[in-house]
């Protein structure tokens, strides 16, 4: 039998419990580059934020929110939150949610931390009756540029015909 299809075995290491996944996620790293970092640095992210972008909250785990607990949402929402606002220079206000899934209790958890935004990646057109926690947008392809410049035309032909 073949080796398992990457996609499968992301989903596989997105379902483990949060502690499990901590466990794979350093392995994987030991193995694939253990002296590169993978993240922004503070002087990047401070250079975006100065460039003019708007820099979001992300969480720091990347779990997915929809799958945790009360108490683990909650924590979510604020762990590494300060570090990222100092780095930016301002207070974190919008959130993607990680992998784009959310739902109202997500929603009402970021309302209670404090954010005002809130991003899915459900293809949806945004209209002025959406929760602005649970806003939907496109995520990034990695096909080309064409395939992203479809996506958003075949969004906003759906959102003009009622059907988003």
Same mark, same amino acid.
């Given at each position: ?6 996609? @499968? ?17 350093? @392995?994987?790293? @030991? ?13 990047? %992210? ?47 206000? %919008? ?24 991003? #899915? ?19 990034? #392809? ?23």
């Amino acid at each position: 039998m073949g080796s398992p299809d990457i996609h @499968e075995l992301g989903r596989q290491i997105e379902s483990l419990d949060p502690a499990e996944r901590d466990l794979v996620s350093k @392995e994987l790293q @030991e193995l694939a580059a253990p002296d590169e970092p993978s993240l922004l640095t503070t002087e990047q %992210l401070r250079a975006l934020a100065g460039a003019g972008f708007e820099i979001g909250f992300h969480t720091r785990r990347h779990d997915r929110l929809t799958q945790l607990s009360d108490d683990q949402l909650s924590a979510a929402m604020s762990d590494g939150r300060t570090t990222v606002a100092a780095a930016a220079g301002r207070d974190q206000l %919008l959130i993607a949610y990680p992998h784009g899934d959310a739902d109202e209790r997500v929603a009402n958890a970021a309302s209670t931390a404090g954010y005002r935004l809130g991003f #899915t990646c459900e293809r949806q057109v945004v209209g002025p009756g959406a929760n602005p926690l649970l806003l939907g947008r496109l995520g990034p #392809t990695i096909r080309s540029p064409d395939r992203g410049a479809l996506q958003i035309a075949l969004v906003l032909l759906a959102g003009r015909t009622g059907q988003a």
